[in-house]
């Protein structure tokens, strides 16, 4: 059974900084072959992606919004993705969420919630 579990989540003041990190487990396949994801949902909105990683880790995505700010990595010998956030302001408040892509299937995990307020 395919499991993500995300953690680093929080309450941080504008201007702060986070690493959310997202262990994977019990793929068929080995976590390297997924492409990596990190999406958020705030309230009211629809879910976005934020940023993305290939599974040999050679090609980084982001939102134009998180540019400069946000960096997605991967150590695959311990399955896990992580999303260091820099800069933070409120606009960055959602509960965000990691997906492992391997067509044809997309996995999510529970999401964090991050909250960024003075």
């Known amino acids: 059974q395919v499991q993500l579990v995300e953690s680093g989540g929080g309450l941080v003041q504008p201007g702060g900084s986070l690493t959310l990190s997202c262990v994977a487990s019990?793929?068929?396949?080995?976590?390297?072959?997924?492409?990596m994801r990190w999406h958020r949902q705030a309230p009211g909105k629809e879910r976005e992606l934020v940023a993305s990683m290939t599974s040999t880790g050679g090609t980084t995505n982001y939102a134009d919004s998180v540019k400069g700010r946000f960096t997605i990595s991967r150590d695959n010998a311990k399955n896990t993705v992580y999303l260091r956030m820099n800069s933070l302001n409120p606009e960055d408040t959602a509960m965000y969420y990691c997906a492992a892509r391997r067509v044809p299937y997309i996995y999510w995990g529970q999401g964090t919630q991050v909250t960024v307020s003075s």
């Open positions: 019990g793929f068929t396949n080995t976590f390297s072959t997924y492409t």
